[in-house]
């Protein structure tokens, strides 16, 4: 929903027309003309926050904020702005602790001015606004505005009648609020602030860099920022060009190099903005603490990627599109389950009943990345990359293989291997059974996209679903989980106090004729290939920390009861993804398209590892 233009920022800072004034807001964009409407389409009272904690900003004064609201005065009560330390409820009505101010709307605009400015601490504040809506029209549906971003402590909720508590909504979406901050501060000509993450991570024995804030608060531009650090009782000093001359009242992330230390561990890592452009920094603010996790190797963050669909979602080929992209274009760092689900599918891949998915699904489809944030499959491609940055706290191993001889039975095993100790850790493992190349002749997908003129990515795969008919038969079905018992978790299975030579190993055994579908009946076809994913999981937010797939475990000849074809291939087309007609295939990705005796064409992706 596009209603005004917000404000153009750079990183988290505006530029104003003084170096002493500051504007401070989480949303990432600085071009960014639109937002999107949250609420619950109900007449309920809203309370909206954002947590500043920015070192960068310690000493400055919050003066005003302003948010975007997309409602016209007489749709809402006289709407309020305030400060609090603590998000309380009494009541069950908001009270902030520090002020609150009556606030105008203005050209779907909300602001206000403190009368008596804040000074920010190192234990920082809760900046918000309330407001009750009185009538439901238009865009006062969903009345607060966001947009998507990284920053935590960005996106505070609470309502009167759906959100009876404050909720942290950042954590669940990823969504930040679009408010932005008025602050003054008092600076010298070549003063910059610095400010560090609550932690860092580095490998031992190898420099690696820092994610560094750097506001400028002096009058001239910050080309060069001269530095020291210290790890623990290590230390040195830097000198660091910026790509770009940072103006006065910018800020920017600046990558310092820091390190080596051969001492693994947390520690204490300290930063100092010690010149601007070669001239003493005199900033308050020049001086950053914060952690150090000096790791003995980096471990490989894998996302864990769920998809929740059906054979009679309409929609859903978006979803089964969106898997196959990321299996493309990440390669064995892909690491997909899907989840059909009893509401859009009798029988066929459904294995658990809807209630039994690690996450509630809001709608279908549905897709989760590490269980932090939900959202439409469409979107997973665009933040996996964001969730393959997170450092994980350890490796791990998958394996899968037939318990013997007579191939009946399979065993997984799972292996951590941690890069951080732990004295209390509150973890555990799980293990899913997944297959690839999954099809038979009765199943058909649902399928809304028929008739349209394109898809809603570039997937050559979309082809199938633009050309094909309201229901599509003869797909390949991958990442379909097909057992799956323990999805939050196994207690025990990682201990509370991890060091360094701590292995934790999970092992799970399953008979094939036990992989039935909720119906009892098995749906395993013969060219299947099956495999195990390995998943750590954090107990008390329920987020997948790391995640891993094993090798393929071929059905070939076991004894399996498997379904079989009805109809015979009479001839086979090969094409690359970008539509090429090929005579065979060689290594890489392929769509194979089958034309069958009962006069159906099948189509399926093949990975080909010639």
Known sequence: MKRG???????????????????????????IDSYMGFGFNKKDTYDCAIRLTDPTLIGSRITGMRVNIPVQNDWITVPTAWLST????????????????????????????????????????????????????????????????????????????TRLKWTDEH??????????????????????AIGLPSESVIVKDEEGPVSVTLVNYGTENLNELGYSWSIGSVSDTGIFTLAQPLAPGER???????????????????????????????????????????????????PLIEEYTGLGCGWCPRGYIAMEEMAEK??????????????????????????????????????????????????????WGRAAAVVSPADIDVSIDWTDDSRTALRASAVLNFAREY????????????????????????????????????????????????RIKDLTFNFVVVSFKDTKGVPGTVPSVITFDTAPEYDIELALNDIVNDKGEHFLSPDAELYA??????????????????????????????????????????TTLSGCRVAAPSSGIFIKTEYMSDGSVRHTKVVCRN
């Open 5 to 31: 233009v917000l404000f153009s920022i750079l990183g988290a800072l505006a530029v104003t027309a003084s170096a002493a004034t500051v504007e401070f807001t989480y949303m990432p964009n600085p071009d």
């Open 86 to 161: 603590e998000l309380k409820l009494v009541n069950k009505v908001n009270s902030p602790d520090i002020t609150s101010v009556e606030a105008t709307v203005a050209d779907q605009m909300l602001s206000a001015v403190f009368p008596e400015p804040y000074t920010l601490t190192e234990e920082g504040v809760y900046v918000g606004y309330s407001f009750t809506v009185v009538e439901l029209a238009n865009y006062s549906t969903h009345p607060l505005a966001y947009v998507e971003g990284t920053a935590p402590e960005s996106f505070f909720v609470h309502s009167s009648r």
């Open 171 to 192: 954590a669940d979406t990823g969504y930040v609020s679009t408010m932005i901050v008025t602050l003054e501060t008092e600076s010298g000509a070549t003063d910059v």
């Open 252 to 302: 920017t992330v600046a990558e310092l190099p820091v390190g080596p230390t051969s001492t693994v561990g947390t520690q204490t890592l300290t930063v100092t903005a010690e010149t601007f452009n070669g001239a003493p920094n005199g900033d308050l603010r020049k001086t950053a603490t914060g952690t150090m996790v000096v790791m003995p190797f980096m471990p490989v963050t894998r």
């Open 330 to 383: 990440y390669g064995a760092d892909f690491v997909g389950l899907a989840y059909h689900s009893e509401a859009y599918e009798t029988g066929c891949m459904v294995v658990m009943p809807d209630a039994d998915f690690p996450v509630s699904v809001s709608g279908y489809p549905y897709g989760t990345v590490n269980r932090t944030m939900g959202m439409d499959p469409s979107e997973m491609p665009s933040v």
């Open 423 to 470: 004295s209390d850790a509150d973890m555990s493992m799980a293990i899913a059974i997944a297959a690839d190349g999954l099809r038979n002749d009765s199943w058909g997908q649902s399928n809304y996209y028929s008739g349209m003129e394109q898809g809603e990515s570039d997937s050559p795969l979309w082809e199938i679903f633009l050309n094909g008919s309201r």
């Open 533 to 574: 994913v390995g998943m750590l999981i954090d107990n008390k937010t329920g987020a997948v920390l790391n995640s891993n797939k094993s090798g393929y475990l071929p059905l070939g000849t076991s004894s399996v009861k498997a379904v079989k074809p009805s109809s015979e291939v009479i001839s086979t087309d090969w």
